[in-house]
């Protein structure tokens, strides 16, 4: 579980309530057609702009990357490419056959290997699904960008909602003061959808998308060198030119000092 997005959220939930109730009523804040104007809004006009299909896959994409997973470190990545280029080294490609990895990615390379496919053929396959969870990403980041800019844009018409019926109302003082209340809370409602919720998953699933490219390409890159049975510590130098500094020193390994 990605424990930062959970902190996060919880603690500007928190610090948005702790910030209400030592000043205030923690009820008064609540308006049901206030929320219902800003969430029933941002969905619609979410709806309009992509795809049923896609937006639900968007929810789903988000809970998942945002909450859920994690991004694999890439040392581990070179790490189990050199174990299985040993295997081939001392055996052959059936070595592989019953070879466990992690990573399904990863796995699916291994097994087009075993089966003996030509590098072209399983080149292209794995580009191809990396293709495609690249532009997943990207549509579930559009859409939480689009809920991101639709919820503030909902919050001002809540407020001009408000504002209209309370004009149309100043001969009755009781009826001011719930429409300016959906008038102000809508809002803030709106605010805080946008910077608390969607546009931080929108920055999430950007950064995922990255990590996972990146994560993908070097797999690959491992991939094709052991299909072409490639020495494995020549093969280690090759994807550690992928990694950072950082990346490249082993857990096990001490540090090198100046």
């Known amino acids: 579980m990605d424990f930062a997005t959970l902190v996060g959220l919880v603690s500007g939930v928190g610090v948005v309530v702790l910030a209400i109730a030592t000043g205030s009523d923690l009820g008064i804040f609540l308006n049901l057609t206030g929320i219902l104007i800003v969430l029933g809004g941002t969905f619609a006009a979410t709806l309009i702009k992509f795809p049923l299909t896609s937006v639900f896959g968007a929810f789903k994409l988000a809970v998942m990357t945002a909450f859920i997973e994690q991004g694999q470190n890439p040392r581990i990545l070179v790490e189990v490419a050199e174990e299985l280029a040993q295997r081939v080294r001392k055996g052959n490609m059936l070595a592989l056959e ?70 149309s109302s100043m001969d009755d003082p009781k009826t001011i003061g719930p429409a300016m209340a959906v008038a102000l809370l809508t809002t803030l409602y709106g605010a805080l959808i946008a910077n608390l919720v969607a546009l931080p998953i929108a920055e999430k699933l950007n950064l995922r998308r990255g990590e996972e490219t990146f994560n993908k390409a070097l797999i690959i890159e491992g991939v094709m060198a052991i299909q072409q049975g490639q ?28």
């Open 98 to 167: 019953n070879a466990e990895v992690d990573n399904r990615f990863f796995q699916k390379g291994i097994q087009l290997c075993v089966d003996g496919h030509n590098a072209e053929f399983i080149e292209k396959v794995l580009t191809t699904e990396m293709d495609n969870s690249i532009h997943h990403h990207e549509v579930g980041e559009k859409i939480f960008r689009a809920m991101g800019e639709s919820a503030p844009a909902f919050g001002m018409i809540g407020t001009l909602v408000g504002l209209v019926q309370m004009l």
């Open 231 to 258: 020495n494995p510590h020549m093969m280690e130098e090759i994807m550690e030119a992928y990694l950072s500094d950082a990346q490249k020193h082993r857990d096990d390994e001490p540090e090198k000092e100046d």
